[in-house]
């Protein structure tokens, strides 16, 4: 019932910045809260940030102070602005929705989208 349609991502040098954006359209009323994961080659799927509905976030350790999540509830619309970019954030990144009342299990993803970093 949820589609969720992800724009952005690329080749940037490190030190600069790139942006990230993920679509919901559907049944999106149910949706708490949206975010952005990340996945590098040999390592599992892990959080980069997410933003709940209510306006509360949460950032991986290892990108605080350089990324920034927002929202536009309205549009069903979330962004992830990148800067100070490493090579180490190297990943391919998902979009991620979850929906009140549910647990994980039912989280919806996007198709994720390459974001290469170059030293």
């Known amino acids: 019932q949820v589609q969720l349609v992800e724009s952005g991502g690329g080749l940037v040098q490190a030190g600069g910045s790139l942006s990230l954006s993920c679509a919901a359209s559907?049944?999106?009323?149910?949706?708490?809260?949206m975010g952005w994961y990340r996945q590098a080659p040999g390592k599992q799927r892990e959080l980069v940030a997410r933003i709940w509905n209510t306006g509360g976030t949460v950032y991986a350790d290892s990108v605080k102070g350089r990324f920034t999540i927002s929202r536009d509830n309205a549009a069903n619309t979330v962004l992830l602005q990148m800067n100070s970019l490493k090579p180490e954030d190297t990943a391919v990144y998902y979009c991620?929705?979850?929906?009140?009342?549910?647990?994980?299990?039912?989280?919806?993803w996007g198709q994720g989208t390459q974001v290469t970093v170059s030293s």
């Open positions: 559907g049944s999106t009323g149910s949706i708490s809260a």
């Open positions: 991620n929705a979850r929906f009140r009342g549910l647990r994980p299990d039912n989280d919806y």
